[in-house]
């Protein structure tokens, strides 16, 4: 209780520091801001060592490349031993996703792919894709959020240390640390996210390997028909890793 008001002080004093009066706390360390240069504005805040490199990998990436798929970096520094990053602010649509109709979610799937797209063109994977992390804007686009995670495609996950990841939405490679970092595994992870978002997630909050061994059926029907593809193929490969596991 007395650390976290201590960092709770620490948070108060950084504010003080960069001249901002008015915020409020959107979730965990992420605050909505009005900034005194920047309007409206988003800061995330970080106080551990891991959390410093992933907000470090992050505010380089968002400062080295621009897009309007993914957060505008304004600004990024430390004070009082807590990190910070200030993000442009923008609008998201708040309301369920249930009630989205068939349009809707077309709309929603394609813009997300077309962000995951302008991203792999970077070089880089998300590594991290669930419902949070993916924004949906008032006129149904997407905006990819929290890039602490990002991975260079064709990079050996054995020897990426700092990736935070999601077993629930996240594909056999990466959760289990094989292989390579491929574009097909964010897409896995926006397949489970997008069933998630319009029913309930397919794996019953299971991780992939971990509902295998249920031996009960994904709940699919709510994507297109790819998705379900995809997710299947997956679902084959964890029983065989079940069946055969991998020897070191």
């Known amino acids: ?31 909505l801001t009005t900034h005194p240069c920047h309007g409206p504005s988003i800061i995330k805040f970080a106080h551990s060592i891991q959390t410093k490199q992933q907000l470090k990998i992050e505010a380089e990436f968002l400062h080295r490349y621009g897009s309007h798929y993914w957060p505008k970096y304004l600004d990024y520094g430390s004070s009082m031993g807590v990190d910070w990053l200030i993000l442009q602010f923008f609008d998201s649509f708040f309301d369920g996703f249930f009630n989205l109709d068939f349009e809707e979610k077309q709309m929603i799937t394609n813009s997300a792919e077309q962000a995951l797209s302008a991203l792999h063109a970077t070089g880089y994977i998300h590594g991290d894709i669930k419902p949070s992390n993916l924004i949906i804007t008032p006129n149904r686009q997407v905006k990819l959020v929290d890039f602490g995670s990002i991975m260079e495609i064709g990079l050996h996950y054995k020897h990426h240390c700092n990736s935070s990841l999601t077993p629930k939405f996240c594909a056999l490679s990466p959760y289990l640390r094989t292989g390579k970092a491929s574009p097909q595994h964010d897409f896995f992870s926006l397949a489970i996210s997008l069933q998630t978002m319009w029913q309930a997630h397919p794996f019953a909050e299971l991780s992939l390997i971990d509902f295998v061994k249920t031996n009960k059926p994904a709940m699919l029907e709510c994507l297109f028909s790819r998705y379900q593809i995809l997710i299947s193929k997956q679902i084959k490969h964890a029983k065989q890793l079940i069946c055969f596991p991998l020897q070191d």
């Open 1 to 31: 209780m007395n650390e976290q008001t201590g960092l709770g002080d620490k948070v108060t004093t950084v504010f003080r520091v960069l001249g901002i009066s008015q915020y409020s706390l959107l979730y965990q360390q992420t605050y």
